[in-house]
């Protein structure tokens, strides 16, 4: 059961401002409220951010210990760890078949609309500062600074993990380990392909 209704009333916000807000439609809003209607995961994982609860907790599968009745001060909130990214999809469609856990976050990072997503790094690439296993936080975005670390698409057949390298004439796709190949793309390529930032890392996590 989707606690929307509870948590929008608790923040003492009307179907309409939370729509604007969200950036949905009042009759949305309503229909996720009366259960006509659910949300898809992007949809979910925005308001959970938004309230600064889980997704389970918002879908009514668990208890939040972190919240006294339904107290919006959580200093931390959960986000999907994919172990890949499918190509051509994007991030908020993707389906829960590929998110293999879930990490936390300072609840804090999500001011201003920011979005976060995780990915688990698969290869040896770009040993060794990533190695395989490896659990990155990534800021979901659209575009980055020269030496950023990146997933990437490619012409919506691939996704991959790289330094981003920007030069006057396109971009190189760097690895850090010498085994493997740099991949580099004229500005042209990058339009037409195309060749989209789908996030910049954040914070590397590693377990021992």
Not at 7 to 24: M, P
Not at 133 to 158: M, P, R
Request: glycine share 8%.
């Amino acid at each position: 059961m989707l606690k929307l209704k509870e948590l929008r009333q608790s923040k003492n916000l009307t179907q309409n401002k939370l729509a604007e807000k969200l950036g949905l439609s009042r009759s949305t809003i309503a229909m996720y409220e009366t259960e006509g209607s659910e949300p898809d995961l992007k949809t979910l994982t925005s308001i959970a951010s938004f309230f600064g609860v889980s997704i389970d907790y918002l879908m009514g599968r668990e208890p939040d210990k972190n919240v006294k009745g339904v107290q919006l001060n959580r200093t931390v909130v959960k986000i999907p760890v994919f172990g890949r990214i499918p190509a051509g999809v994007p991030i908020e469609m993707i389906e829960d078949s590929f998110i293999e856990d879930e990490e936390e976050i300072p609840a804090g990072w999500l001011t201003g609309g920011n979005e976060y997503f995780a990915l688990k790094v698969r290869g040896e690439s770009m040993m060794p500062k990533f190695e395989d296993g490896d659990v990155l936080i990534l800021k979901k975005q659209d575009d980055c600074e020269s030496g950023a670390f990146c997933a990437v698409s490619i012409n919506h057949t691939e996704c991959t993990f790289k330094k981003v390298l920007k030069k006057s004439n396109g971009i190189t796709l760097m690895p850090l380990n010498p085994e493997f190949e740099p991949l580099f793309f004229t500005n042209q390529e990058v339009a037409d392909l195309p060749v989209t930032i789908l996030g910049v890392v954040k914070e590397i996590r590693r377990s021992y």
